[in-house]
């Protein structure tokens, strides 16, 4: 048994074995060709393509016919786009990369770990965190991977309002002034939703309520003038 598989390139060590007071001679073509070695074992040169030899046993009885040994070279695929990106804080950030050829697979770490494919999103970010990818391709049990390529996500930070009417209580049916201090480089928006899609009043540190009678939350967003990142609700 010996290697027929390798990534890109390389020489291989490859045999024969016949019955005893023969002789094997190694060609380069199925017929005809010229005699590379003669003997069981025969060392390649450096092979850069699939290449096939053929072993020959002669003794004084005759010749066998030529039985083939195929070589393989397996290509190791290539990292051909791995994007690094800046993002908002408190974001989730989803990571793509494309390969030559092959499969994708995802680390943390820059050696060694353990791939997991929900390393491809980062939620809540909350610091510039850097992610690991290489492709990778099996072929006849032999595995030929990329090196791997660093995916930074860059975190800008967003601004947060840190002082703020509190918990206003109406007795009845009122409408109250609401207000937050607003941090330097910023609007401040007003919404009906934590999820900031049902906007009340833009651009104004300040938001009259309507006449409400019942427990109801506000949320005021902060959003930078300089990276368009808007604070936690």
């Given at each position: 048994?010996?290697?027929?598989?390798?990534?890109?390139?390389?020489?291989?060590?490859?045999?024969?074995?016949?019955?005893?007071?023969?002789?094997?001679?190694?060609?380069?073509?199925?017929?005809?060709?010229?005699?590379?070695?003669?003997?069981d074992n025969f060392v390649t040169p450096i092979l850069t393509s699939n290449t096939?030899?053929?072993?020959?046993?002669?003794?004084?009885?005759?010749?066998?016919?030529?039985?083939?040994?195929?070589?393989?070279?397996?290509?190791?695929?290539?990292?051909?786009?791995?994007?690094?990106?800046?993002?908002?804080?408190?974001?989730?950030?989803?990571?793509?990369?494309?390969?030559?050829?092959?499969?994708?697979?995802?680390?943390?770490?820059?050696?060694?770990?353990?791939?997991?494919?929900?390393?491809?999103?980062?939620?809540n970010l909350n610091a510039t965190t850097t992610r690991y990818v290489l492709a990778?391709?099996?072929?006849?049990?032999?595995?030929?991977?990329?090196?791997?390529?660093?995916?930074?996500?860059?975190?800008?930070?967003?601004?947060?309002?840190?002082?703020?009417?509190?918990?206003?209580?109406?007795?009845?049916?009122?409408?109250?002034?609401?207000?937050?201090?607003?941090?330097?480089?910023?609007?401040?928006?007003?919404?009906?939703?934590?999820?900031?899609?049902?906007?009340?009043?833009?651009?104004?540190?300040?938001?009259?309520?309507?006449?409400?009678?019942?427990?109801?939350?506000?949320?005021?967003?902060?959003?930078?003038?300089?990276?368009?990142?808007?604070?936690?609700?």
């Amino acid at each position: 048994s010996f290697v027929t598989t390798k990534c890109d390139t390389g020489s291989f060590k490859i045999s024969a074995t016949t019955s005893l007071e023969a002789e094997i001679k190694w060609y380069d073509a199925a017929t005809g060709g010229n005699v590379l070695k003669t003997g069981d074992n025969f060392v390649t040169p450096i092979l850069t393509s699939n290449t096939t030899y053929y072993a020959e046993a002669s003794n004084c009885n005759g010749t066998s016919s030529r039985v083939a040994v195929a070589l393989t070279l397996v290509a190791t695929p290539s990292i051909t786009s791995a994007p690094s990106v800046t993002a908002c804080q408190y974001t989730t950030v989803n990571l793509t990369a494309q390969s030559s050829a092959g499969t994708l697979y995802w680390y943390d770490v820059a050696t060694g770990g353990v791939s997991n494919s929900a390393y491809t999103s980062i939620n809540n970010l909350n610091a510039t965190t850097t992610r690991y990818v290489l492709a990778s391709t099996t072929q006849n049990g032999v595995t030929c991977e990329s090196p791997r390529t660093s995916v930074t996500v860059t975190m800008a930070p967003s601004s947060a309002i840190t002082n703020a009417i509190s918990n206003p209580i109406v007795y009845g049916t009122s409408s109250l002034q609401l207000y937050v201090t607003q941090p330097s480089n910023t609007f401040i928006n007003w919404y009906s939703d934590v999820a900031g899609t049902q906007l009340l009043l833009g651009g104004n540190n300040y938001f009259t309520t309507p006449s409400i009678s019942q427990t109801t939350t506000y949320y005021a967003v902060a959003t930078s003038l300089v990276n368009g990142c808007p604070s936690s609700p």
